[in-house]
Nanobody, 120 residues
């Protein structure tokens, strides 16, 4: 089994910053692309950013220039640094990872989500 555990969410004022972390653990042989998605109330889940194992990144236009995704391959951990936060960034943020398990199966795994609320 593979588990993804997010941390770092919370309440922040507009213009503030947050750093989200997500650690993957369990029966992992290798972790490939990792990413962050978010879902606001009444809306569909949307991509925030992804990062490949060699560090190539992709960002949603809505966060480009304000967010940075990074990863530590040795720790199977992905980070999302978010700056200049706006009320419209309020959502539950989910971590995802494409994993090769120790039983040689490739699957996508998701964390349980961490709430980010941007409000004064």
């Amino acid at each position: 089994q593979v588990q993804l555990v997010e941390s770092g969410g919370g309440l922040v004022q507009p213009g503030g910053s947050l750093r989200l972390s997500c650690a993957a653990s369990g029966s992992i042989s290798r972790t490939y692309t990792m990413g962050w998605y978010r879902q606001a109330p009444g809306k569909q889940r949307e991509l925030v950013a992804t990062i490949t194992v060699d560090g190539s990144t992709n960002y949603a236009d809505s966060v480009k220039g304000r967010s940075t995704i990074s990863r530590d391959n040795a720790k199977n951990t992905v980070y999302l640094q978010m700056n200049s936060l706006k009320p419209e960034d309020t959502a539950v943020y989910y971590c995802s990872a494409h994993v090769l398990t120790s039983t040689w199966h490739r699957n996508d795994y998701w964390g349980q989500g961490t709430q980010v609320t941007v409000s004064s």
